[in-house]
T-cell receptor, first 116, second 113 residues
Framework: DVKVTQSSRYLVKRTGEKVFLECVQDMDHENMFWYRQDPGLGLRLIYFSYDVKMKEKGDIPEGYSVSREKKERFSLILESASTNQTSMYLC???????????????FGNGTRLTVT | AQSVSQHNHHVILSEAASLELGCNYSYGGTVNLFWYVQYPGQHLQLLLKYFSGDPLVKGIKGFEAEFIKSKFSFNLRKPSVQWSDTAEYFCAVSREYGNKLVFGAGTILRVKS
């Protein structure tokens, strides 16, 4: 069974801090994704990666960056956290070939980030 | 821009009632369609998917969905809900060979026992 592990379940950070959210998958999946989930807005794609060191912007990349140095690990970085980045962050992986989007996404349990 | 609309944000049903959750999308070409579910305290998981063929697809736990191309819809149904179906349900759509999967806003279903 695919396991996607997010390093923290809850995080509380101060405005202006640099924040790292870590995600690891154990199924050798090519693609990894970062979404944020907000009530009434569903899931919005921040960034995704289809290979090591490769990344593409999603719908809401502003204020975020990502790093994928190893296939199993995909990090989301908030360069200078702001209160409007308070949200639930979900990592996902899939075996879908790039731009094919048919394999299901496997999600982690999420990290609830509060920025004060 | 491609968008996905889920008609109801909150639905409350009694056990054994029938369920239908609406999902409409805006893109007119070939699409891949999904329903995901998030049970309380758990991660999102795939409920069912449609790529081509029979427009009535069956998923896990007795759920099914019907793709109606002329209506750009992919509604989720279950004939008789159980208390354990309490969850948030997300419709998601991608274009064939598109570059992203777009999720709807979600529908929170509460089933009263």
């Amino acid at each position: 069974d695919v396991k996607v592990t997010q390093s923290s379940r809850y995080l509380v950070k101060r405005t202006g801090e640099k924040v790292f959210l870590e995600c690891v998958q154990d199924m050798d999946h090519e693609n990894m994704f970062w979404y944020r989930q907000d009530p009434g807005l569903g899931l919005r794609l921040i960034y995704f990666s289809y290979d090591v060191k490769m990344k593409e912007k999603g719908d809401i990349p502003e204020g975020y960056s990502v790093s994928r140095e190893k296939k199993e690990r995909f990090s989301l970085i908030l360069e200078s956290a702001s209160t409007n980045q308070t949200s639930m962050y979900l990592c996902a992986s899939s075996q879908t070939r790039y731009r094919e989007w048919r394999s299901p996404l496997h999600f982690g349990n999420g990290t609830r980030l509060t920025v004060t | 821009a491609q968008s996905v609309s889920q008609h109801n944000h909150h639905v409350i049903l009694s056990e054994a009632a029938s369920l239908e959750l609406g999902c409409n999308y805006s893109y007119g070409g070939t699409v891949n369609l999904f329903w995901y579910v998030q049970y309380p305290g758990q991660h999102l998981q795939l409920l069912l998917k449609y790529f081509s063929g029979d427009p009535l697809v069956k998923g896990i736990k007795g759920f099914e969905a019907e793709f109606i191309k002329s209506k750009f819809s992919f509604n989720l149904r279950k004939p008789s809900v159980q208390w354990s179906d309490t969850a948030e349900y997300f419709c998601a759509v991608s274009r064939e060979y598109g570059n992203k999967l777009v999720f709807g806003a979600g529908t929170i279903l509460r089933v009263k026992s």
